[in-house]
Structure formats: structure tokens, C-alpha cells
């Protein structure tokens, strides 16, 4: 079974400063995938950044990067410059296979991050 | 990604009613997910609906309560069958492209 461990239910940020949002798994397969979502107040799913478990790089979508330590099992979020529009609830998930076979999300249980002036 | 639809966006029913929620992608996609998201919770996947096939259900979610219809690659519906307040939830479906789901704008459902 998959776990993902979100362990920020909260976190602030000043405007245009950098945040990590903290994002911790546990599986026994040797091939999964991690995703970044953003939900904003209106419940919409906003797909961020995907890294695989055999990237040898960390994944980068513009402000957005994905630390991924695999010996740590931790895919921790950066978003950089912080801006207002990026106050919302942020999900951690992981799927247990790379390639486009049938596969389950499992989600952590979020971090409402809050942008302020 | 993909442009994907949800309709009603929101919804506000009796207790002991059904209301049905549409899906539409604008390309063929071969996987279609349903979710739930209760108030403050995180999400749980109710069913994968592919088309031609039965959907499965997730462990906890029954075919009589949530019953899944999937008549073609770029369309779904899933029914949320004699409601009580503890259905009140947003739902939202999901494509996989590319081993990346992306999500619709969910539904939001309030059942008194």
C-alpha cells in the first residue's frame, strides 16, 4: 500500500519569498510517480509538476521545482516568488506505475498555504 | 493536458434523491476516474470507469449507490443514488494522459 504524509496543514508566506511545502511517502514498488496539485477556493484540481522515481533530475515547471530526495522519500514542493494567487490548498500524490497503465492516486491530505502582503 | 467538463458545477438536493454528474474531455482518453472530496478532506477515487467495461469500484464505494456510465472515450456520468447529507461532497472526474491525471472543475453538492 501507498502513503503520502503531509505534515504542514498550514504554512504563510510572504509575497514574492520561497516556500517549500513538505511531502513525505512511503511504498514498497520500485516504479511510481509523484504529482503537485493546487486547489484553489472554486475545488478545481490544478495538475503543478510530476517527477518520476527513476528521474535522475529534479523536475522543474517554471516557479514551481520538486525536491526529490528518494533515500529520504520525500518530493517536497518549492514555488518561488510567492505571489497572491497562489494562496490555496496543495496535494501531495503518488500513482504506483510510470507507464500509461490503469493506476490509483493516492493523495496526502494537503497544506493550505496563505500568500500574504 | 485536456479541456475536461463537469456539469451541474453545483447542486443543492433533497435527502433520498439522485442526481446525475456529466464528464466531458475533449479528446479520446481511455481512463476516466471519479472522485470524492468531503468537506476538509482530502480525495478518495470512488471508481475508474473505462469505456466498454464495467466500472471499478473502490473498496467502500457500491455500484447501487454510485452508478457509473462511460458510452464513449470522451464522456461519463456518475449518479449519486438516494442522497443523505453525508453524500455532500464536490466530485470531480479525472483523465490519465500521458501517466499525469488531470481533473475536472468538480461538482459541488450540497444535500440537505
Known amino acids: 500500500a501507498q502513503k503520502i504524509t503531509q505534515t504542514q496543514p498550514g504554512m504563510f508566506v510572504q509575497e514574492k519569498e520561497a516556500v517549500t511545502l513538505d511531502c513525505t511517502y512511503d511504498?514498497?514498488?520500485?516504479?511510481?510517480?509523484l504529482f503537485w496539485y493546487k486547489q484553489p477556493s472554486s475545488g478545481e484540481m490544478i495538475f503543478l509538476i510530476y517527477?518520476?522515481?527513476?528521474?535522475?533530475q529534479n523536475a522543474t515547471e517554471g516557479r514551481y521545482s520538486l525536491n526529490f530526495q528518494k533515500a529520504r522519500k520525500s518530493a517536497n514542493l518549492v514555488i518561488s516568488a510567492s505571489q497572491l494567487g497562489d494562496s490555496a490548498m496543495y496535494f501531495c500524490?503518488?500513482?504506483?506505475?510510470?507507464?500509461?497503465?490503469?493506476?490509483?492516486?493516492?493523495f496526502g491530505t494537503g497544506t493550505r498555504l496563505q500568500v500574504t502582503l | 493536458s485536456a479541456v475536461i467538463s463537469q456539469k451541474p458545477s453545483r447542486d443543492i438536493c433533497q435527502r433520498g434523491t439522485s442526481l446525475t454528474i456529466q464528464c466531458q474531455v475533449d479528446?479520446?482518453?481511455?481512463?476516466m476516474f471519479w472522485y470524492r472530496q468531503q468537506p476538509g478532506q482530502s480525495l478518495t477515487l470512488i471508481a475508474t470507469?473505462?469505456?466498454?467495461?464495467?466500472?471499478?469500484?473502490e473498496s467502500g464505494f457500491v455500484i447501487d449507490k454510485f452508478p457509473i456510465s462511460r458510452p464513449n472515450l470522451t464522456f461519463s456520468t456518475l449518479t449519486v443514488s438516494n442522497m443523505s447529507p453525508e453524500d455532500s461532497s464536490i466530485y470531480l472526474c479525472?483523465?490519465?494522459?500521458?501517466?499525469?491525471?488531470?481533473f475536472g472543475p468538480g461538482t459541488r453538492l450540497t444535500v440537505l
Open positions: 511504498t514498497s514498488d520500485q516504479s511510481y510517480g
Open positions: 500524490a503518488m500513482n504506483p506505475a510510470l507507464t500509461g497503465t490503469a493506476s490509483k492516486l493516492t
Open positions: 470507469a473505462n469505456q466498454g467495461s464495467e466500472a471499478t469500484y
Open positions: 479525472s483523465v490519465l494522459l500521458l501517466d499525469t491525471q488531470y
Open positions: 517527477q518520476g522515481s527513476y528521474d535522475e
Open positions: 479528446s479520446q482518453v481511455t481512463m
